[in-house]
């Protein structure tokens, strides 16, 4: 009836506005998260960690900046190029950077990866291989530092060991049973249209996965970047807390470096910041070192973790640069002369930028903005976890 598919049919705008309100809720959680230290602990151990950060920390940590976002770009390029996208070093490099900034400056810490999906998708024509490109280049990292939290912390003492070893057993049981029902649901329901459709987008998605992760030519230089950006991530939150004043050995920080890592990877955050801290103090507390060693640590390793990103707005100013000199730039003959019309001709670029005057001055205005999602040139322009 057409009342009751009125009253079923979900409004235009709903998924938008859902989507907008879990990304509020998110910078939420992370704000009341600090909020909840900063009352329990105080401003002190914020002002200490960053009165300790000075010349040759900041330059140490550009430097493992650079690795790791270079491994990162050649991820990302090498996972694109099994999606069949061309994607070279150079501007995945450029556009990781400015991802990265994105993340650590704005709400959420995933929106310079979603501009750079899009961006890559939009210029490389194909909006859903770009995205999945993207996607994927991040699971692929996920999926390393989940392996190395689950042996790091099923083997080395940490705050949780006893507690890993206990519900290991049981998560793996309950992941198997969950599976279990899911086929066997699968196995005795008649396909449906949505049913259909639902198991068309799983089968591109693993054969994309395929493709782009686990194809011959591509599975050991994923690997091999995702452990050294892992790698790299590990010795900042060590030189975080060597500068925040903690002498704890590595074999006692990795393993609190890795809850860090993990409690980062949860939407809850303000660019980054929020789970981290948290954990990251209650590790460090259950650990004997200190909740305020540990908040300092957390607070010094995000100030590091921007100062590694700050090459993006080089990245952005650049490309804004560029897009208003492209448009705004005469064309030249190849001599380098500006070439001339016939004294009482009109030329035909004066008809066309009359007839498209009002068109190219809203598409100027909106390239002018750093965070367009035009493409420029052909190129890919695409904007921690891992």
Same mark, same amino acid.
């Given at each position: 009836m057409?009342?009751?598919v009125?009253? !079923?049919a ?7 506005r859902r ?14 998260? %600090?909020?909840v %230290? ?7 151990v914020f ?11 900041l330059l140490?940590a550009l430097g493992i900046?650079l690795?790791?976002?270079? *491994?990162?770009a ?5 996972? $694109?190029?099994g999606l069949?996208?061309?994607?070279p070093?150079?501007?995945?490099v450029?556009? &990781? &950077?400015? +991802?990265? *900034?994105? !993340?650590?400056?704005?709400?959420g ?6 501009h750079?999906?899009v961006r ?8 859903g291989? =770009?995205v999945r ?5 991040r699971v ?6 989940t ?5 790091v912390?099923?083997?080395m ?5 006893a507690?890993?070893r ?5 998560? =793996? ?5 969950a599976?279990?029902?899911?086929l066997?649901l699968r196995?005795?329901?008649a396909p449906?249209r949505?049913g259909?459709?639902a +198991?068309?987008?799983l089968r ?6 395929r ?6 030519r591509n599975l050991?230089?994923v690997?091999v970047?995702s452990v050294v950006?892992l790698a790299?991530h590990l ?10 004043g903690?002498?704890?050995?590595v074999a006692v920080?990795?393993?609190?470096a890795?809850?860090a ?6 939407p809850?955050?303000?660019g980054?910041w929020g ?8 590790? *460090?507390g $259950?650990?004997?070192?200190?909740? =305020?060693? =540990? %908040?300092?640590?957390?607070?010094? &390793?995000?100030v590091?973790s921007?100062?590694? @990103?700050?090459?993006g707005?080089?990245?952005?100013v650049?490309?804004w ?5 492209g ?6 003959a190849?001599?380098?002369h &500006?070439?001339? @019309?016939p004294?009482?001709a009109v030329a035909v670029?004066d008809?066309?930028?009359e007839k498209?005057?009002?068109?190219e @001055?809203?598409?100027l205005a909106s390239?002018s *903005?750093?965070? @367009? +999602? ?5 190129r890919?322009?695409t904007p921690?976890s891992?």
């Amino acid at each position: 009836m057409p009342g009751a598919v009125r009253r !079923n049919a979900a409004p235009v705008g709903d998924q938008p506005r859902r989507r907008a309100l879990r990304t509020h809720l998110g910078t939420l959680a992370g704000v009341v998260i %600090l909020a909840v %230290l900063l009352w329990r602990m105080g401003t002190g151990v914020f002002l200490e960690g960053l009165r300790r950060i000075d010349a040759p920390t900041l330059l140490t940590a550009l430097g493992i900046g650079l690795v790791t976002t270079v *491994f990162s770009a050649w991820r990302w390029a090498l996972v $694109a190029r099994g999606l069949r996208i061309r994607l070279p070093l150079g501007p995945a490099v450029a556009d &990781y &950077y400015r +991802a990265l *900034f994105l !993340n650590a400056a704005l709400p959420g810490g995933v929106l310079g990866d979603v501009h750079r999906a899009v961006r890559h998708g939009r210029s490389a024509g194909d909006l859903g291989r =770009g995205v999945r490109a993207v996607v994927l280049e991040r699971v692929a990292g996920q999926v390393v530092l989940t392996g190395v939290a689950v042996a790091v912390l099923l083997t080395m003492e940490s705050p949780v060991l006893a507690g890993a070893r206990h519900l290991a057993p049981l998560v =793996g049981m309950a992941v198997l049973g969950a599976l279990a029902v899911v086929l066997a649901l699968r196995m005795n329901r008649a396909p449906s249209r949505e049913g259909r459709a639902a +198991a068309g987008v799983l089968r591109a998605t693993l054969r994309d996965a395929r493709e782009g992760l686990l194809s011959r030519r591509n599975l050991p230089g994923v690997a091999v970047s995702s452990v050294v950006v892992l790698a790299g991530h590990l010795a900042m939150f060590v030189l975080a807390a060597r500068v925040a004043g903690s002498g704890a050995s590595v074999a006692v920080l990795t393993p609190l470096a890795v809850l860090a890592l993990l409690a980062m990877g949860l939407p809850l955050n303000v660019g980054g910041w929020g789970p981290r801290e948290g954990v990251t103090a209650w590790a *460090f507390g $259950a650990a004997g070192l200190g909740a =305020g060693t =540990g %908040l300092g640590v957390a607070v010094v &390793y995000g100030v590091l973790s921007l100062v590694a @990103s700050l090459p993006g707005v080089a990245v952005l100013v650049v490309r804004w640069c560029e897009g208003l000199r492209g448009r705004s730039a005469p064309h030249r003959a190849p001599d380098g002369h &500006y070439p001339r @019309s016939p004294p009482g001709a009109v030329a035909v670029s004066d008809v066309s930028s009359e007839k498209h005057a009002p068109k190219e @001055s809203a598409r100027l205005a909106s390239s002018s *903005f750093p965070f @367009s +999602a035009e493409p420029s040139e052909g190129r890919p322009m695409t904007p921690e976890s891992v």
